[in-house]
């Protein structure tokens, strides 16, 4: 047996291939672009929502207080799509690292908005 042929024997009986399907990654890149696209929605719309008056966010947040606590647990859910992303090529790391940065953005105007802040300034 040749050396050559040993070699590739190796890297089979290795198993280095990527845990996930040529289909998965693809379905995984797409999802990744939704995702990150909304939530980029999400922040645009939460910088608009600080804009507005005190009591204005205050009656959004007891109006829509459950709704936003399902976001939070949607978000919990977007941050490990976004880690599994990170595992993919160069596209899908850099649509993680986007929806990472617009979670962490999100989140911190969802605080603001519970916990009370004098709203952004433009």
Same mark, same amino acid.
């Given at each position: /047996? ?5 070699? *590739? ?8 291939? !990527? ?13 990744? *672009? ?10 645009? *719309? ?15 947040? !007891? ?8 976001? /939070? ?25 986007? /929806? ?5 953005? !999100? ?7 519970? *916990? ?7």
């Amino acid at each position: /047996m040749s050396k050559s042929h040993n070699r *590739y024997q190796l890297l089979d009986d290795l198993d280095f291939s !990527s845990p996930f399907s040529l289909e998965n990654v693809a379905d995984l890149k797409f999802n990744l *672009y939704l995702r990150a696209r909304e939530v980029r929605q999400i922040v645009v *719309y939460l910088e608009k929502l600080m804009l507005k008056k005190k009591s204005e966010r205050d009656l959004f947040v !007891s109006e829509n207080r459950n709704t936003i606590e399902a976001l /939070m647990k949607v978000f919990v859910q977007d941050s490990n799509l976004s880690i599994e992303g990170m595992q993919l090529d160069n596209e899908a790391a850099a649509l993680s690292v986007q /929806m990472a940065t617009d979670l962490r953005q !999100s989140i911190s105007l969802i605080n603001a908005l519970f *916990y009370g802040v004098d709203g952004l300034k433009s």
